[in-house]
């Protein structure tokens, strides 16, 4: 797994318009909290935050952040965005314990979508009902993606969260708290195509023709309107 390092200052000023200053000068607010230890808030530089995020991995992974010199073990819980901008508004890290588990959505990796029999052989399209997965485990287990292959999906057919094989240690966590495990995370079918009725297309057809002879009569009948006067 790859390493992520943040850099992060100690951060006493609170408040909306301590925020609004913060960011005005280049940097983000933001908490780490957790492990029975006191919640500190801190800053970031908004541009290293804004080029790691740009690292699919670095949503789902072990983060060390680095505060006055000491380091710490955190992972993303929350992030704040500005409603239409690239902006980040505030970042919210959960301190982990080697020894705790851990609850946390990690991207799934769809292999062979366009080799799988539905789509090659059967004209069908992929439809993925799930984009991540919400996983628990112990911080040394935490996998960066989950690959689910469908090479062998064909149309009509679906993979379920039951069909989904997890790295060692690792838990769904909807499973463990009686979720469904027939839920479907992606399904090949055949695609929809509208067709239109051929009565349909008549009636249209036919109301087209009737209206542009009724312009026609009316047009006649003003320009001999227009010769009479």
């Known amino acids: 797994m790859q390493a992520h ?21 280049g940097r983000i607010p933001g908490v780490v909290y957790g492990t029975k230890k006191a919640a500190q808030s801190i800053s970031l530089s908004h541009d290293e935050i804004l080029h790691q995020l740009e690292r699919e991995a670095f949503y789902s992974s072990i983060l060390t952040i680095n505060i006055n010199g000491e380091s710490e073990k ?4 929350d992030l704040q965005r500005h409603p239409f901008k690239l902006d980040i508004l505030h970042v919210d890290f959960q301190r982990i314990d080697e020894k705790q588990k ?22 069908g399209i992929v439809s993925r009902i799930m984009t991540e997965l919400e996983i628990s485990c ?9 690959e689910v292959d469908l090479i062998d999906i064909d149309v009509g057919e679906s993979v379920h969260l039951s069909d989904i ?24 079918n055949v695609p929809r195509v509208v067709e239109e009725p051929e009565d349909m297309a ?15 009569a009316a047009d006649q009948s003003s320009t001999e309107d227009s010769r009479e006067g």
């Not at 112990?138 to 989950?146: A, G, H, T, V």
């Open 102 to 123: 851990i609850t946390m959505r990690v991207p799934i990796h769809f292999l062979n979508e366009y080799q799988c029999v539905g789509v090659r052989t059967g004209g």
């Open 74 to 77: 955190v992972v993303i819980k």
């Open 165 to 188: 094989t997890l790295p060692q240690g690792v838990e769904f966590y909807a499973l463990q708290h009686g979720g469904d495990a027939t839920r479907p995370v992606v399904s090949v």
């Open 138 to 146: 112990l911080p040394k287990d935490l996998p960066e993606y989950i």
């Open 5 to 25: 390092e943040l850099n992060a200052e100690p951060r006493d000023d609170v408040g909306k318009g301590a925020s609004r200053r913060l960011r005005r000068s």
């Open 202 to 216: 008549e009636e249209v057809e036919e109301t087209t023709e009737a209206l542009a002879e009724d312009k026609a």
